[in-house]
């Protein structure tokens, strides 16, 4: 059973604190409390670039120890953390998230985890992401769906920025096959739905945000844990099809930033519109009861 507890959480980041410089480290201690959960704002990030008097480039490279901190890594060991920064200029921490006994695809990277974060909170586009170590086609591929794909750079340690074209040159994307806009424009389906359940409205109202120009599986999960929070996911489909990340990956993203053990979830739902080529429901099915055996699956075709 893949899990993650709040008590290891902390201690990871308070280590990784100890790796930061003293200037930052002295700023940004007041942030990285038992509340924190990977999302520093445009204002703390200004703060944190004159406190510490670090560049903007060293200020996000140094911070990644803490990204990293998020990781769910129970099958790699190999701990990956990402930042992204939105068009509002607030920074998202993400991390890769595995899952053991279930199949590897279900696996999320880091740069796909940070994305997702920044799409829950309503962003609207990546203007850069900050990767400690390369990263891999997959992912390469996944953030060339972005609606900034053409505009957004990649920042790794000891070298210096380029851009997503750089580093997916001659790129297959969704105007090639005829799509406009792109993963994290801002959209409503229109789909229609009636219930008096929150648990399942969230997982109606991440269907009417997903992505899924394809397939047209608008598709959304919602998960409700031990202690009564409700964390969303919304489908996120790519022009390749194989780096498309379910509904479910993105409310797992949302529910551990938020500092919850994936174990603990007590209830989830999944809603996805019938008129879509695919479903979610095996898989889902199948992830979610490694996580947290006990759990009932709500399911809605509409």
Same mark, same amino acid.
């Given at each position: !059973?893949?899990?993650?507890?709040?008590?290891?959480?902390?201690?990871?980041?308070?280590?990784?604190?100890?790796?930061?410089?003293?200037? #930052?480290?002295?700023?940004?201690?007041?942030?990285?409390?038992? /509340?924190? =959960?990977?999302?520093?704002?445009?204002? /703390?990030?200004?703060?944190?670039?004159?406190?510490?008097?670090?560049?903007?480039?060293?200020?996000?490279?140094?911070?990644?120890?803490?990204?990293?901190?998020?990781?769910?890594?129970?099958?790699?060991?190999? %701990?990956?953390?990402?930042?992204?920064? &939105?068009?509002?200029?607030?920074?998202?921490?993400?991390?890769?998230?595995?899952?053991?006994?279930?199949?590897? &695809? /279900? @696996?999320?990277?880091?740069? /796909?985890?940070?994305?997702?974060?920044?799409?829950?909170?309503?962003? @609207?586009?990546?203007?850069?992401?900050?990767?400690?170590?390369?990263?891999?086609?997959?992912?390469?591929?996944? !953030?060339?769906? #972005? =609606? =900034?794909?053409?505009?957004? !750079?990649?920042?790794?340690?000891?070298?210096?920025?380029?851009?997503?074209?750089?580093?997916?040159?001659?790129?297959?994307?969704?105007?090639?096959?005829?799509?406009?806009? &792109?993963?994290?424009?801002?959209?409503?389906?229109?789909? @229609?739905?009636?219930?008096?359940?929150?648990?399942?409205?969230?997982?109606?109202?991440?269907?009417?945000?997903?992505?899924?120009? %394809?397939?047209?599986?608008?598709? &959304?999960?919602?998960?409700? !844990?031990?202690?009564?929070?409700?964390?969303?996911?919304?489908? +996120?489909?790519?022009?390749?099809?194989?780096?498309?990340?379910?509904?479910?990956?993105?409310?797992?993203?949302? +529910?551990?930033?938020?500092?919850?053990?994936?174990?603990?979830?007590?209830?989830?739902? #999944?809603?996805?519109?019938?008129?879509?080529?695919?479903?979610?429901?095996?898989? =889902?099915?199948?992830?979610?009861?490694?996580?947290?055996?006990?759990?009932?699956?709500?399911?809605?075709?509409?």
């Amino acid at each position: !059973m893949t899990t993650l507890h709040k008590d290891s959480l902390q201690q990871r980041l308070e280590d990784a604190m100890k790796t930061l410089p003293s200037s #930052l480290l002295s700023a940004i201690a007041p942030l990285i409390n038992e /509340q924190f =959960t990977g999302v520093i704002t445009k204002e /703390q990030f200004l703060s944190l670039l004159s406190q510490s008097e670090l560049s903007d480039k060293e200020l996000r490279l140094a911070l990644l120890p803490l990204a990293a901190a998020f990781s769910v890594a129970p099958i790699s060991n190999f %701990y990956v953390g990402a930042i992204a920064r &939105g068009v509002s200029g607030d920074l998202y921490f993400g991390a890769n998230m595995e899952f053991s006994n279930v199949q590897l &695809g /279900q @696996t999320i990277h880091a740069e /796909q985890s940070a994305i997702s974060h920044a799409w829950i909170h309503g962003e @609207t586009g990546i203007l850069d992401i900050t990767i400690n170590f390369s990263p891999c086609g997959h992912c390469r591929q996944f !953030m060339n769906e #972005l =609606t =900034t794909a053409d505009s957004l !750079m990649v920042q790794l340690p000891d070298r210096d920025e380029k851009s997503l074209q750089e580093y997916l040159p001659e790129s297959f994307g969704p105007k090639d096959l005829g799509i406009e806009g &792109g993963l994290l424009a801002k959209v409503s389906h229109e789909l @229609t739905f009636e219930s008096n359940s929150p648990l399942l409205i969230t997982a109606f109202e991440a269907a009417n945000r997903s992505h899924a120009p %394809y397939s047209k599986n608008f598709s &959304g999960v919602a998960l409700e !844990m031990n202690n009564g929070n409700i964390y969303s996911g919304m489908y +996120a489909e790519n022009a390749a099809f194989n780096p498309s990340l379910p509904p479910l990956q993105v409310a797992l993203v949302h +529910a551990n930033m938020s500092r919850e053990a994936l174990s603990e979830i007590k209830k989830a739902a #999944l809603i996805e519109d019938h008129k879509g080529a695919i479903s979610h429901l095996a898989i =889902t099915t199948c992830t979610l009861k490694d996580l947290s055996p006990n759990m009932v699956l709500e399911y809605v075709s509409l």
